[in-house]
């Protein structure tokens, strides 16, 4: 028994120095040999051999929680009031790719140690329809090292309080205060274990939010927000982390943990956590064994050059600039195996751009669609290489998600999201099998114009997409509408001037100045949406070459039945007559508007967003503007509109020669809209 009692006494403060656990508090100062006990773990989450919890690693787009497995009692029956608490937790985040994080993770007080959530930008928190809902019961400090446009991130470096929603209700740049009240930056991808503590004084209702790179906590917190808890938090919650990963991954770590209800959270000391694992060393045996394999790889290549010659076709090809471009590269073998071998059952589609196959990715059966540019395509690699510049970084919902690319010789790959429900197009031209509802037309409309929207004024710079049109509206499962095929976007800076390029886009959806200066503009965007509008509620194309001469171009079509006070019988007579007239009306309307001849005319697209959600009405009459005189200017045609378009919200629609060419107004003729500069047209 006497040589027990050591024993004994080493268990005992083993549990209540490293592990200590009561009703109202925690504490781990580290996680080894914790895992079956002490912790819920799923999704990627893991204990390491060194004592550290890992919540992700460098796979792209997992998730990981990690909860301590029975609630916190948070507030009492009688009363409704929730408790005082307080957390401690050393952090650490080791990005993939220096200076990029993904995702980030977060402190979580949750209902159940299960949720129902997504990652990338969601953080394992919640998914795209429980965001904002009072029902989640959701508190969360997060720690985020990618700025996301669509919650309002300020940047890729904050910490933010969240409540039931990843739009942080506060938010501020990762720091702490000195003693003398001096702000010291924090880089959260530094790989640096950091302190953070998170605080909830319930007298006075404020959260606050401290960091440090030490063990002492500065006295003034980075981020302090009012708000009562008590609506929020339930009687029993569970505590915990939550972190993920994005097209680019990160390493999200917690060191140790604390946890106090009515009372600080007991504290930690860095130095004696356990340690992030250093830079794996190069050793004697492994350069040995490095260099007898290259020198027998050497002469294997050297006895089977003729094999090696026919595979080297199918072979990867990087360049330097493909390190700098887009998100994760797919090796050719992975592609033509989800696409099985691209052969034509997988077909989806094809257009002068080429084909576009499905494919299930072997590794995580996901579904993909995978774009292959023909050899034959005027695209090239130039534009190959923009679309991988600018929908590579671009995040919204409304978006095709781009997934990754590849380049193997002369093939040029482009992986997305699989959209089940194919492109819009098919669903109003040539007898389609379903026929979508006004409804569901009209949440397509609104989707296109929310990332029309994004792209012009949401991202750090301005994108234009110059190929905006039905074949490129993408419907999911859901038929929530997407914005594809960035093959001829450009991007420059918010207040510069785009510059000239070739004219390139699809006849019909081409504004008219754009011919003549080569400069696309987020008013040729709006241009093209306006087509786009027209098209859906007539279920006719812009430009019907085999239609007769008064149908030839919808846009004139659609205006004359205007004058004459019969616009409502152009709706798509496969709805049948059932439709909202107010709504049909406004976005035939809204058609004429966008699709004016003069580039000032028209709204921009957040304009047209408010005129969707109803927030502005449209005018109950438009005007046409006047055609341009042979000797008169295209500037001075605009000054001489402004009185008109200042009283008419730019209202004017504009006539087309259908005599000249289908794709342009009546005075396309004019010197000023010379035909043979047209240009690239597909």
């Not at 006075?204 to 917190?221: E, G, Q």
């Not at 197009?425 to 989707?447: A, M």
């Not at 786009?532 to 194309?541: H, S, T």
């Not at 205007?562 to 107010?582: A, H, M, Q, T």
């Amino acid at each position: 028994m006497t040589n027990l009692l050591p024993l004994i006494v080493y268990v005992l403060l083993f549990f209540l120095v490293s592990v200590s656990s009561q009703h109202d508090q925690l504490l781990y100062a580290g996680f080894k040999d914790m895992e079956s006990n002490n912790l819920t773990l799923n999704g990627i989450a893991e204990i390491e051999q060194n004592g550290i919890l890992k919540l992700t690693n460098e796979t792209s787009r997992l998730m990981g929680h990690a909860f301590y497995p029975t609630p916190f009692q948070f507030k009492k029956s009688s009363d409704g009031k929730v408790f005082s608490f307080s957390s401690l937790f050393a952090l650490a985040i080791v990005p993939e790719y220096p200076k990029l994080g993904g995702h980030g993770l977060a402190f979580t007080i949750a209902t159940s140690k299960d949720l129902n959530a997504l990652p990338s930008q969601y953080l394992g928190l919640l998914n795209s329809t429980s965001i904002g809902n009072f029902s989640n019961h959701l508190f969360a400090v997060e720690f985020d090292t990618v700025q996301d446009f669509e919650f309002g991130d300020i940047n890729d470096n904050h910490v933010g309080i969240d409540i039931n929603n990843l739009k942080s209700n506060a938010s501020a740049t990762a720091g702490y205060y000195t003693e003398d009240s001096t702000k010291q930056d924090l880089n959260l991808k530094s790989g640096k274990p950091i302190l953070a503590w998170v605080d909830y004084d319930s007298a006075v209702n404020i959260i606050s939010v401290t960091l440090s790179a030490s063990s002492s906590k500065p006295k003034k917190p980075i981020l302090s927000y009012s708000v009562d808890l008590s609506p929020i938090l339930e009687e029993s919650m569970y505590v915990g982390f939550s972190a993920s990963t994005g097209l680019l991954a990160s390493s999200h770590y917690i060191l140790g943990w604390s946890f106090k209800i009515n009372g600080p959270a007991p504290p930690l000391d860095l130095s004696s956590l356990p340690q992030l694992p250093g830079p794996k060393k190069k050793h004697t045996s492994m350069i040995i064994g490095v260099s007898v394999f290259v020198v027998v790889l050497v002469l294997s290549a050297i006895l089977i050059g003729i094999y090696m010659y026919r595979k080297i076709k199918n072979a990867d090809v990087v360049e330097a600039w493909e390190f700098e471009v887009g998100p994760h590269r797919y090796s050719y073998q992975e592609l033509k195996k989800a696409t099985k071998g691209f052969k034509d059952k997988e077909l989806l589609g094809q257009g002068g751009f080429g084909k576009v196959y499905k494919g299930t990715l072997p590794s995580s059966k996901t579904q993909i669609a995978v774009k292959r540019v023909s050899h034959e395509s005027k695209q090239g690699l130039r534009e190959f290489v923009s679309e991988i510049a600018s929908i590579g970084r671009l995040r919204h919902r409304n978006l095709a998600q781009l997934l990754g690319w590849c380049r193997c010789g002369g093939d040029l790959l482009l992986v997305y999201d699989f959209m089940a429900n194919g492109s819009l197009d098919k669903y109003l031209f040539d007898e389609p099998e379903i026929i979508l509802s006004w409804g569901q037309r009209f949440k397509i409309i609104k989707d296109v114009a929310s990332a029309l929207l994004y792209l012009h004024e949401g991202y750090e710079q301005v994108v234009i997409h110059r190929d905006v049109k039905a074949s490129n509206v993408l419907l999911d499962s859901e038929l929530n509408g997407r914005l594809g095929d960035f093959g001829l976007a450009r991007l420059y800076e918010h207040g510069a001037n785009p510059s000239t390029t070739r004219v390139v886009g699809t006849l019909g959806y081409l504004a008219p100045e754009f011919s003549r200066t080569g400069k696309a503009t987020p008013s040729t965007d709006v241009f093209a949406f306006g087509a786009l509008l027209l098209e859906v509620a007539c279920g006719l194309r812009p430009v019907e070459p085999k239609a007769l001469p008064e149908e030839m171009v919808l846009v004139d079509f659609v205006w004359n039945r205007y004058k004459e006070g019969r616009i409502l019988d152009l709706v798509d007579p496969k709805l049948n007559g059932d439709f909202d007239e107010r709504e049909v009306l406004m976005v035939l309307k809204l058609g004429l508007i966008c699709s004016n001849g003069a580039p000032n005319a028209r709204p921009t697209m957040r304009q047209v967003v408010r005129f969707l959600d109803g927030e502005d009405g449209l005018p109950n009459e438009l005007r046409k503007p006047r055609e341009i005189g042979h000797q008169e200017g295209f500037d001075e045609f605009l000054h001489s509109l402004e009185s008109s378009l200042s009283d008419n919200m730019s209202t004017n629609s504009y006539n087309r020669n259908r005599e000249t060419d289908a794709s342009f107004p009546s005075f396309a003729n004019s010197p000023l809209f010379s035909l043979h500069g047209r240009g690239e047209t597909r």
